[in-house]
């Protein structure tokens, strides 16, 4: 059975960096397309970004551009966020997912396998 597993959440202050990482567990991790979305207390769960299976088109939220980098290494069966000049308002749990689809999706539904996510929270 796949599964995806995050890991390298934690406090920081604003304008400080964290490194998320998903690994996959079993599966051809190159053919799907991978994400990360987020979820703030009391809300919805958001789109951040996404990759598509070779790793050359990436799609970002509008809240995050120039912020984040999404990354992966199929060899390693991982993708990974690099969050830079983290503010507040990123405080969330953050999920990795995969979708079957071709391209860069950004809607939740088209992702069929969720990790247990991971919480990050950045400090005033």
């Known amino acids: 059975q796949v599964q995806l597993v995050e890991s390298g959440g934690g406090l920081v202050q604003a304008g400080g960096s964290l490194r998320l990482s998903c690994v996959a567990s079993?599966?051809?991790?190159?053919?799907?397309?991978m994400g990360w979305f987020r979820q703030a207390p009391g809300k919805e769960r958001e789109f951040v970004a996404t990759?598509?299976?070779?790793?050359?088109?990436?799609t970002y939220a509008d809240s995050v551009k120039g912020r984040f980098t999404i990354s992966r290494d199929n060899a390693k069966n991982t993708v990974y966020l690099q969050m830079d000049g983290l503010k507040p308002e990123d405080t969330a749990v953050y999920f990795c997912?995969?979708?079957?689809?071709?391209?860069?999706?950004?809607?939740?539904?088209?992702?069929?396998?969720w990790g247990q996510g991971t919480q990050v929270t950045v400090s005033s």
């Open positions: 997912a995969r979708s079957w689809l071709t391209g860069v999706p950004t809607t939740t539904r088209v992702y069929d396998l």
């Open positions: 079993g599966g051809s991790f190159n053919l799907y397309v």
């Open positions: 990759i598509d299976r070779s790793g050359g088109s990436t």
